[in-house]
């Protein structure tokens, strides 16, 4: 009798593990869940109750990486100002959007910020940028930069480290 219900419990395992393991692209109205909003999980649901619902990810030097639940005519600009907005190491004349085809093939597309923000100023053809499309990854580049304080605790680390070695060695010489 217990190896039957083992099975039956396995059964219903593997059932669910297939059915709730699948990755949905695309959402019909909003989610369900009473807490969209969080930061510590790394997943944020901003998605339109009116709306076809994609899932994205925003990754690199910007506030909130992480996956994103947005509206289909969500644009980068948006997708940048959900993620907290891209931190000062950021290089915005560089962003890249990853995307796989239906066909797999992968495509990367590059994308500055500024052809985005700026587009009537520009004297060059104007060229529209990309939508998102579900599934999509946002990369934002940059290089982290050292800042005064960060200058100053890596003296602070050194100075104290000589001077401890030199303590060592004076008490070592002096006995």
Partial sequence: ?????FLILFFYFLLFT???GQVKDYE?????LPNR???QSGFFDFSDPESVNIKVSVWGFVRYPGKYVVPIYTTVIDLLSYAGGPTD????DDLRIYRVNE???????KVDYNDIMYENKLTKAYKKPPSLEAGDILVVPGS???YARDKVSIWVSIMSALISLSILILNITRN
Avoid: F
């Fill in 1 to 5: 009798m217990s190896r039957n219900k």
């Fill in 18 to 20: 297939v059915v709730l």
């Fill in 28 to 32: 019909l109205g909003a989610s369900v």
């Fill in 37 to 39: 909003y969080t930061q």
């Fill in 89 to 92: 190491a950021a290089h915005l």
């Fill in 103 to 109: 066909d797999s093939t992968q495509v990367l597309i």
């Fill in 144 to 146: 982290p930069r050292l």
